[in-house]
């Protein structure tokens, strides 16, 4: 089994920054693309930020410039340094990723969220 475990979510005002964080564990052998997405309420789930095993990165527009999205593939870890928050912003941050398993099987993941609000 693979978990997902995001951190570093909270309440912020507009301008300011947060870093979140997801680990990752369980039976792995790899991880390959590694993302991010959001969900504000009454809205459907988006892309933010994702990035590959050679790190490779692709931004939504809206956090282009913005935020940063980077990895740790020792410690399994994903990162997403959001700067400039804009009450927008707001939603539930989802980890996402693609894990090789030790069964040699490729499963995609999802972590439980973790709320970002931005006031104005």
């Known amino acids: 089994q693979v978990q997902l475990v995001e951190s570093g979510g909270g309440s912020v005002q507009a301008g300011g920054s947060l870093r979140l964080s997801c680990a990752a564990s369980?039976?792995?052998?790899?991880?390959?693309?590694m993302g991010w997405y959001r969900q504000a309420p009454g809205k459907q789930r988006e892309l933010v930020a994702t990035?590959?095993?050679?790190?490779?990165?692709n931004y939504a527009d809206s956090v282009k410039g913005r935020f940063t999205i980077s990895r740790d593939n020792a410690k399994n870890t994903l990162y997403l340094q959001m700067s400039s928050l804009k009450p927008e912003d707001t939603a539930v941050y989802y980890c996402?990723?693609?894990?090789?398993?030790?069964?040699?099987?490729?499963?995609?993941?999802w972590g439980q969220g973790t709320q970002v609000t931005v006031s104005s």
């Open positions: 996402n990723a693609d894990v090789l398993s030790t069964s040699y099987f490729t499963y995609n993941h």
């Open positions: 369980g039976s792995i052998l790899s991880i390959r693309t």
């Open positions: 990035i590959s095993s050679s790190r490779s990165t």
